[in-house]
C-alpha cells in the first residue's frame, strides 16, 4: 500500500508537493483509500507526477551490469524544474511512505544530476519509529536493531558508488531488513504502461497474451469483464506467430484473435477501435492489482473509454467485496462527470479527489479538494468547470485567434 508520495524539484513541480492517500473523512479508519483521480488542465503537471514516480523506482529497481571493477552504476537522470535559474542547482527530492508486508515504512532519497546526496529508510513497527539506516553520499548510518547489516555493508562497500541507490542493492547483499521495502518496488506496483490515447496494438497484444498464457485460469474472468463492458467481444484467443521455446515470448510472436457474437469468423485486435482495445489492455493490470493487492498507476484513464466504463473500473476498486486484498487505483483524468454520480451511485469520495494547478511562475501545484471544506451534497462537478478549485484553463478568444475576431 501507498500511503504518500512527496516530490520536489522534479519537472513542473518546483516545490516539494505531497499527494497524501490516507482517509480524510472521520471516522474512516481504513489505512488507505481505494482509488485517487486527480484532475487538472491540459499541460498542468499531472503526468509529472506520475513520471516522479515511475523515475523513483527505476532508479530502485535498475542498475546497470557490473564493470570490469565489479561496480554498479545506476540510474536516475536528474530532471529539475527549468524554468527559473537556480533549481537546476538544487536537488531533486523522492519520498513514499508505504506498507510492505505489514509494516509502515518511510523511504526517500536526494539526487543531484547522477549523485545520490541523501538516501534514508525507516520502518514503524507497532508505530514507533526506527532507524534502518540513513545516508550522506557515500557514508551510511545504520540503527541498532540491524546492527549486522553494518557488517555486510563495509564488506562491499566498495562496490557502491555516489549515482548507486542503497536500496537497490539490498538484494545482492542480502540485506533483510530493505528486502520489503525493494520488492513493493518490484512487485507492488503497476503503471499503465500505455502513452497517449492509442497505446501500440502490437504492445497491447503481447502484454495480454502474455498475461494469458502465464494465467489461464484469469481468461474466464476476463471474458467475462469484456461482455459486461458490452463491446461485443465473447471470446478472445492467443495465437503465437513462433513457436514458444523461450520462456518469454518476444512482442512479435503473439496476436489476439476476437470473436463476436455468433460469428466463426475471428477479428484481428487493429479491427478494434481504440477504446476497446484501451479497455482490453486495461484488464490485466486491474486483475493482477485486485489479485495481489498492488497499487495501480493509470495515466489518463478515460482515454478513449466511455465515462460509465470508466465508472464501472474505478467501482471494482471501491467495492470492499471486490477488492479484497486492498488494492489501489490511482489516475489522472479530464472526465468530469466521474466527481458526480452515476447509475444512482457516487463515483469517488470527497477526499479521493486531487487537483494539480500550475501557476504564473510555471510551476504546479498539488492539492485536494477536501481543502475547501466540500458539502456532501453539492454539484462537485459543475463548481470544479465553474473554477471553484482552480485546476482548470483559462481560455481565451478562440474565433480572434482564427481571424475570425
Keep these: 500500500m501507498l500511503r504518500s508520495f512527496r516530490l520536489g524539484n522534479h519537472r513542473s513541480f518546483r516545490d516539494e508537493q505531497e499527494l497524501l492517500l490516507m482517509p480524510a473523512m472521520p471516522g474512516d479508519e ?3 483509500v481505494p482509488v485517487t483521480a486527480i ?5 498542468s503537471g499531472k503526468s509529472n507526477l506520475f513520471k516522479g514516480i515511475t523515475l ?3 532508479a530502485v529497481l535498475n542498475r546497470h551490469l557490473p564493470d570490469a571493477t565489479g561496480r554498479h552504476d545506476i540510474v536516475a537522470l536528474q530532471d529539475p524544474f527549468r524554468l527559473d535559474p537556480q533549481s537546476p542547482d538544487r536537488p531533486s527530492t523522492f519520498v513514499f511512505e508505504l506498507i ?3 509494516i509502515q515504512y518511510t523511504y526517500g532519497f536526494l539526487l ?3 549523485e545520490i546526496l541523501e538516501e534514508w529508510l525507516y520502518a514503524y513497527p507497532e508505530k514507533r519509529k526506527r532507524l534502518i539506516f540513513e545516508r550522506n553520499r557515500s557514508a551510511i548510518k545504520f540503527g541498532s536493531t540491524v546492527a549486522d547489516l553494518k557488517a555486510k555493508f563495509e564488506v562491499l562497500e566498495e562496490w557502491i558508488r555516489s549515482t548507486v541507490l542503497f536500496l537497490s542493492v539490498c538484494d545482492r547483499l542480502e540485506l533483510g531488513p530493505l528486502i520489503p521495502v525493494y520488492r513493493w518496488f518490484e512487485a507492488g506496483v503497476l503503471a499503465s504502461g500505455f502513452d497517449g490515447p492509442s497505446p501500440d496494438p502490437e504492445y497491447v497484444q503481447w502484454v495480454v497474451g502474455d498475461y494469458l498464457l502465464r494465467n489461464p485460469e484469469a481468461r474466464q474472468r476476463m471474458i467475462a469483464l469484456l461482455k459486461v463492458a458490452d463491446v461485443g467481444i465473447v471470446d478472445v484467443v492467443v495465437a503465437d506467430r513462433k513457436d514458444r521455446t523461450r520462456r518469454r515470448a518476444a512482442q512479435s510472436d503473439l496476436e489476439l484473435k476476437l470473436l463476436h457474437g455468433a460469428s466463426s469468423e475471428p477479428f484481428d485486435f487493429g479491427d478494434e477501435s481504440s477504446g476497446t482495445r484501451n479497455w482490453i489492455g486495461f484488464l490485466p493490470m486491474v486483475l493482477r492489482a485486485l489479485d495481489g493487492g498492488l497499487v495501480l498507476f493509470v ?6 473509454l466511455h465515462p460509465l466504463l470508466t465508472a464501472k473500473l474505478v467501482g471494482l476498486f471501491q467495492d470492499a467485496e471486490v477488492n479484497t486484498k486492498g488494492a489501489q487505483l490511482i489516475f489522472t483524468t479530464h472526465d468530469t462527470s466521474l466527481l458526480g454520480t452515476m447509475l444512482g451511485e457516487q463515483v469517488l469520495e470527497r477526499d479521493q479527489i486531487w487537483f494539480v494547478d500550475r501557476g504564473a511562475e510555471g510551476a504546479s501545484h498539488l492539492y485536494p479538494l477536501t481543502d475547501f471544506k466540500p458539502r456532501k451534497d453539492q454539484n462537485t462537478e459543475r463548481r470544479y468547470l465553474a473554477g471553484s ?6 481560455l481565451g478568444d478562440f474565433t480572434a485567434a482564427v481571424g475570425r475576431g
Design 30 to 32: 481504513r489505512p488507505v
Design 39 to 43: 484532475y487538472g488542465a491540459n499541460a
Design 56 to 58: 523513483a523506482r527505476w
Design 100 to 102: 510492505a508486508e505489514g
Design 112 to 114: 543531484q544530476e547522477t
Design 299 to 304: 495515466d489518463e484513464i478515460d482515454a478513449s
Design 389 to 394: 478549485y482552480g485546476a482548470v484553463p483559462v
